[in-house]
């Protein structure tokens, strides 16, 4: 049930890789210096460590895996054990477990002699390791397994609804998918069933409407729908494809033609493009014949159907490209930057990477050069070098013949070009190629 479960995710996400809504899936997934700074990971020769907001070292590298900071903890792996520290790199949670999840709602998943259970934030056991399996707190509970049937506990560690589905899901608004004899359904909190076990595909609830699917076991042919807190279909299954709602409004296909339906399932913007993702800001990029733009919420076109590629808006503006060049559009559809470069890549801590000359193959620039314009479309650092990163941190990484360096927002050249690689600044520390080793550096470059 699980592979069909899986592969039904999968034929609905492939045609809208673009603009994928998450779907929570089921998964299985010493004291350190003290110091007021916060700490995050980052690594050096296969091994990490921590560094504080200014990029000084917090913890040495040591680590054979370091997780990303999350409710204040990072998972860390030593010698196949795992554990936690806070964000001062403290151990909090000591490397003495097989497996573990990073915290939610101030709980973790650990497992020991292939037992689980949770633990807090300061390594205490709140939850015994008795389970089979579990899964990750949301809305107060969480998913656990036992005898080969998952129920759900409470932070106290109390059967809330007891084992006896095949599958269960994170809830997500108060309600969780669950599977009984190969088909899925849903149930709040207290455990009642909300919605039937007749789907074969559900996905979380988001503005209090979820996805849901059939499959044809024969033709493998899917119809998707949708349904409400009350467990009733606000939409037939009769679309080829959906996505889950955003601002109000969700996805849906039928022919290979896209559009849009509000939350009582009334189709407002009909299916008529060829392409389309998610609303943002009160925009959806589109597609008819080849063409792209952007329509509002009531289907009139915001940016006009006619250019040959858009991105998504960042910081206030979008990259369109027409013919070869590229450019930028407000959300009114004003060509804010004219479309005469090369290549353009989306804004960044308000800067953005343009190219002249050369020819684009793909992604790829051959034989151009790299600048930066701002906001306003005016040149900060002429077109002059090989390669160009997004500014991070305030710098960013160019190449200059076959060396990298790092350049401010005024363009001056704060690292030269002197590293056989570089990679952006992360918490004050960027990784640098010297002599084909790896290197951290500072942002003085030490």
Known sequence: MQYKYLALLGVMLLPFASAVEEVIAFRTPTTLCQTTEVAYPYTTKGKYGFTGKNGSVVVNPKYDYADSLREDMSL???KNKWGFVDKFGNETVQLSYEEAHTFSENLAAVSLNKKWGFVDTQGKKIIPLKYDYVGTFRNGLAPVKSNGKYGYVNKQGNIVIAAKYDEAQNFSEG????????????????????????YDFGGDFKDGIAVVATMNAETMESKYGFINKLGKEITPL???NALGFSEGYALVSVNGKYGFIDKSGKEVIGLKYDYAASFHNG????SINGKYGFIDTKGNQAIPIKYDEVSGFSEG????????????????GAEIIPLKYTLAHNFSEGMAVVATGGKLEGNNLSGGKFGYID?????????KYDQAEPFAEGLAVVKQGNKFGYIDKQGNEVIPCKFEGAGSFNNGVAAVIVNNLEKKIDKEGK
Do not use: C, H, W
């Open 238 to 240: 009769k679309y080829e």
């Open 375 to 383: 906001l306003n479309g005016k040149e900060i650092v002429p077109t």
């Open 76 to 78: 860390v792996v030593l």
């Open 317 to 332: 503006l979008a990259r369109v490209k027409q013919g070869t060049k590229f450019g930028f559009v407000n959300k009114e």
């Open 283 to 286: 925009l959806a990029p589109v």
């Open 175 to 198: 309600m969780a998918l669950v599977s009984k004899d190969g088909m899925y359904g849903y149930i709040d909190k207290t455990g009642k069933v909300i919605a039937t076990f007749k």
